[in-house]
């Protein structure tokens, strides 16, 4: 009994966790709050935050951040996609706040970050 309770755990854990991403995934274009995820998970802010903690494994800020590099990295890479583009996509009004979250992350500009990877693939 006490293996397929943990089983069913482990299908609910998967099943709230695919419900998060699916969530932010589906909204990085737009200025996602924690009061959103609360409404959307009906919870109180507090709860909905200490659920995205135990079921993400870790804070809802940092979850959503690592979704929007993600997403821009991938389409820094990809042919076709202005930083402005890039931007829009991943939720910021104007692509001088995106240059200046992406370089904090990573470390250098989306330009940067692109030209080097594009270097990198020239000479494999």
Do not use: N, W
Not at 64 to 87: C, F, N, P, V, W
Not at 100 to 109: L, M, P, V, Y
């Amino acid at each position: 009994m006490f293996q397929q309770s943990q089983a069913q755990l482990t299908d609910d854990t998967m099943t709230v966790a695919d419900r998060l991403h699916a969530f932010l995934s589906g909204r990085l274009r737009e200025r996602i709050t924690l009061k959103e995820l609360s409404r959307f998970l009906g919870y109180s802010e507090k709860y909905a935050s200490d659920v995205f903690q135990r079921y993400m494994g870790r804070p809802f800020s940092h979850h959503l951040k690592q979704l929007r590099l993600d997403k821009a990295t991938s389409m820094l890479l990809e042919d076709g996609h202005t930083i402005a583009g890039i931007a829009e996509s991943v939720g910021f009004s104007d692509s001088f706040a995106f240059s200046h979250f992406f370089k904090r992350a990573i470390g250098c500009s989306p330009t940067e970050f692109r030209r080097q990877h594009l270097r990198q693939a020239d000479a494999a």
